[in-house]
């Protein structure tokens, strides 16, 4: 593991690293780097104190707004927060001391990072009430990138993502993220999703190659 503080999609275009297990799957990135089909959903959450709650993107217009400086949510802070002041961090607990130091009125903060008491234990928020509302819009899938300079890489990631999807398969995968987050629906949501559109695949070929045998 090394640090990449400039985000995967950089460093997997630099060529800086070759692996990266949370990449965007969209947008298609195209011959700048290769992303596996998704095993993970991301939401994302408007963090505001009390007493000036805010819940949605037109309640953080003209206020400042902290949140990490990353691709998602540089894009989401672009298309949805236009009017607010915008306080970008580098770290996820920067951005949460930010909003309860009260230098950013708001912040954006995803879920499922890692920790589900890292909220809870942060001593910044210890005085102020701190108010979450879903992002609906911000909702983000994920796969395994890799680095297009490396064949080996490529390949890397495409084994691990069929192995992750083994590992959902017999439930090994569920019980590890409710172990560690408290949380599956993410991962399992996505695999049903991909589960589902698979077998809507085959059944429309089916039906294709029939009617094709049919009109002969």
């Not at 540089?74 to 961090?89: H, I, M, N, S």
């Not at 990072?113 to 001593?123: A, E, I, L, M, Y």
């Not at 210890?126 to 108010?131: A, E, P």
């Amino acid at each position: 593991w090394i640090p990449a503080p400039e985000g995967p999609e950089v460093s997997l275009e630099a060529g800086t690293v070759d692996l990266s297990p949370l990449v965007p799957t969209v947008p298609d990135p195209g011959n700048r780097y290769y992303v596996t089909q998704p095993w993970i959903k991301f939401d994302s959450y408007l963090l505001s104190l009390q007493p000036h709650p805010m819940a949605k993107p037109a309640d953080v217009v003209g206020h400042t707004l902290a949140y990490l400086d990353r691709t998602m949510s540089r894009r989401l802070v672009e298309t949805d927060f236009k009017g607010a002041r915008l306080v970008p961090r580098l770290e996820l607990g920067q951005v949460l001391e930010a909003i309860c130091s009260g230098e950013a009125e708001a912040a954006i903060f995803p879920d499922s990072f890692g920790d589900p008491d890292f909220v809870k234990r942060s001593d910044a928020c210890g005085s102020g009430l701190l108010l979450a509302a879903h992002l609906p819009q911000a909702k983000v899938s994920l796969g395994i990138g890799a680095s297009n300079q490396s064949l080996a890489a490529v390949a890397a990631a495409k084994l691990i993502r069929s192995e992750i999807e083994i590992f959902n398969r017999d439930g090994t995968l569920t019980s590890v993220f409710f172990g560690w987050l408290l949380n599956s629906s993410n991962v399992t949501d996505v695999m049903v999703e991909l589960t589902r559109a698979r077998g809507r695949a085959w059944v429309l070929s089916l039906v294709l190659a029939i009617l094709l045998l049919i009109l002969g």
